[in-house]
């Protein structure tokens, strides 16, 4: 319902909409209209009203409501159908829950903060009210599920070309899948699969985006190697972001469907950050340090040792800069 009314202060474009007229068009008492209207003032909507002429919309706060998405939107698949929490746990159990339920391939579930926002092997991952992008994409391709690894990739690409249409072209992508700024990390996403062995089901593309989270904000355990578009200098408009990330992502999900993966492999070498760099390769007890020199048609690290190339499999491992501390386990 509440959707509805703002529609009406939408199509106004900044002029009056009669409570009255809204009240008869949609059914319900005046009484109803004014306490909906109520509700928006506190989530920071701000109206100015006219015993005569009704009320009108001043001003809009940067949510990320259903409605507030689709006016900037311009996808043909992703985001059309749009699920939309104020609150929930995390927006990849969700995901997960409608998936199995049949949601069609495109839905997204956004929500404005995540209790337990999670990334691979249950880590926290922070997400405040309002001062991130967290969504989860539905997408049920018809790859092999083999290939359903590479997809982490093609969202690493299209993420990171949605950061920099925003006005951060330092974004780059660290191996496999986060995007970093300035040698911090702004991104993260968690991608999880339902498959049989010859057909996926779905495939729940998780992604996080840190966009007002100030660097004091951040758990101190995130502080020191985390950043977001508020602490690189820019106020990004979270809904033309998300906006942006999903026509990028759309448009390198069709290039993978028609031309395969080769190219959007070459598109997600065009913006690594760790091609090229020294890195020390971290398994359970065991390190080694070499250069990584290419992926390889698995979307698989190279890595150029004394010993020989070493193929690196996303998931086995932690990529980091040599001279970065070893973490204790
Ligand atoms: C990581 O860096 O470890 C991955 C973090 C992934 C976070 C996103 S936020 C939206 C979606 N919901 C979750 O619980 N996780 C992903």
Redesign the pocket.
């Given at each position: 319902m509440r959707n509805e009314i703002l529609e009406y202060f939408r199509k106004a474009n900044g002029g009056y909409v009669s409570g009255e007229q809204i009240s008869k068009d949609l059914k319900v008492s005046r009484t109803a209209i004014w306490k909906h209207i109520n509700v928006l003032k506190e989530r920071g909507y701000i109206f100015e009203s006219s015993t005569r002429k009704g009320y009108r919309l001043i001003y809009a706060p940067d949510l990320l409501t259903p409605l507030e998405i689709e006016s900037v939107l311009h996808t043909e698949l992703l985001g059309r159908h749009i699920e939309y929490y104020e609150s929930t746990?995390?927006?990849?159990?969700e995901a997960k829950k409608i998936a199995m339920q049949g949601a069609e391939e495109g839905t997204i579930v956004v929500?404005e903060e995540?209790v337990?926002?999670?990334?691979?092997l249950s880590?926290s991952?922070y997400?405040p009210f309002a001062k991130?992008i967290?969504?989860?994409v539905i997408l049920r391709p018809k790859f092999f599920p083999m290939e359903a690894s590479k997809c982490t990739l093609m969202a690493a690409v299209g993420v990171c070309r949605g950061i920099h249409r925003l006005g951060l072209p330092a974004a780059g992508i660290k191996w496999p899948n986060?995007i970093l700024v300035n040698g911090k990390?702004m991104?993260?996403?968690?991608s999880e699969m339902s498959s049989s062995m010859e057909k996926i089901d779905y495939i729940i593309l998780?992604?996080?985006i840190n966009t007002g989270i100030k660097e004091n904000e951040f758990p101190e355990e995130f502080r020191e190697t985390a950043t977001s578009f508020l602490n690189e200098g820019i106020n990004v408009s979270r809904k033309n972001l998300l906006a942006a990330v999903l026509a990028e992502l759309e448009a390198e999900y069709k290039l993978a469907q028609t031309e395969g993966f080769e190219r959007v492999l070459e598109d997600w070498r065009k913006l690594s950050i760790t091609l090229g760099k020294e890195v020390r390769v971290i398994y359970s007890n065991e390190n080694y340090i070499g250069k990584a020199v290419d992926i390889d048609k698995d979307g698989c690290l190279l890595v150029e040792t004394k010993e020989g190339i070493q193929r690196v499999l996303a998931g086995d491992v932690s990529i980091r800069p040599v001279d970065a501390p070893i973490p204790q386990r």
């Open positions: 746990t995390s927006t990849n159990e929500a995540q337990t926002g999670h990334g691979r880590r991952f997400t991130g967290w969504f989860s986060d990390k991104v993260g996403m968690l998780g992604i996080g």
